[in-house]
DNA sequence: ACCGGATTGTACTTGCGGGTACATTTTGCC
DNA sequence: GGCAAAATGTACCCGCAAGTACAATCCGGT
């Protein structure tokens, strides 16, 4: 079906286009008819790629923006060992979050995509696994270096953090304010390190 | 415009049927038809008590569930005092979750509604300040009964706390599974509390 | 050059769901 | 009992957005 590199790269427009929109006017408000116009093409370039429609598109822009999210978090999930490199990621998080407003891409789609839908459930339950991975070596590393408790289960602890995270980006969404996702994630934080003054 | 007993009766049953066809189907799939067959009413009544259609609808939804979760909760929130309590909180809020799988009222409510509503958004906004208030009433007794550390910020704290509530309630509606949100709240509880073996 | 599949444009259908119009009945009240 | 307002029933409208049909065009391989 996709074969040619003029095809995957409409593809591609396609779905940018719906992430972008779907960032700036959430998921529900996103028509197709809206990422035909943004992404310069037509219903049926749509429906070629897409032929199962928008559940499918929203799928793929949901593996999309994870991808990104990840690829930005990389170097700071490698690297969490000391209290800094905590606080930086946290601050990060927070950071990006701030500036997006309530557009956090994962956030959104996490929250919208696929209550229901099976797929987009799978889709979902692996993400949030994926990235509870990274955030329990980064507690292994961090105990490893005794620089967190190592009575802690780590896999239980990145779940919370993760959950945490998805929490601060809901209230986000729901009430404009960013302060809530700052005060549970230091809470974690200082769960898992310390006190500040330790 | 509503004074008869009869009317108020019939407000109230479309607004107990759109709560209930909420929580078993989610807000996007629940149409006001939907609504009005489950009520055993027409159309003509829901635009008569809802003259400004379904956002308006969504919103009185909201309160309800909010009085319901309030009224469910208290007991537990008043007694907010000794490790036992907050477990037993803590407990009552999963098993709840639980049993109600992805339909918990408040977190659908609050995740779905009025993005970008103004007016919704303040409702949950008002509706997350009154818990937090009531957690953070809570987390002071406990300080003052010296089961908690008094050098954690009460008001930050409770706004961690509902935060993760909010949380794995998002991860729940996402993935099915409960475990997420009882990670968060029993790490929470073991910050403001303590170890388990203190 | 030319063939066939990939790609794209245009115009349409269709169903659903929010919202409206208006007629009819019920109810509280004097 | 009678009347006005409240409450309810029925039948509709209308717009939107998902999805389809089909024709036209591009493009790579031989």
New binding site residues.
Partial sequence: ??????????RQRIVEAAAAEIRERGTL?????DVCRRS??????????F?????QLLLAVTEFEARHVFDDQQPYLDDLVSRAAWEQWRDVIVDTCRRQGPHCPLGVLIADVGRYSPAAQAVTTQLIRRWQDAVRTGIEATQAAGEADPALDADRTAAAVITAIQGGVSVLLSTGSVDHLEAVLSLCLDHLLGPVGQ
């Avoid at 079906?1 to 409409?10: P, S």
């Avoid at 408000?29 to 008819?33: G, M, N, P, Y």
């Avoid at 032929?51 to 559940?55: H, L, M, Q």
């Fill in positions: 079906m996709v074969t040619t590199a003029k095809g995957i790269a409409t408000a996103t028509t197709l008819d310069g093409t037509g219903k049926s370039q749509m429906f070629h790629y032929p199962e429609g928008r559940e």
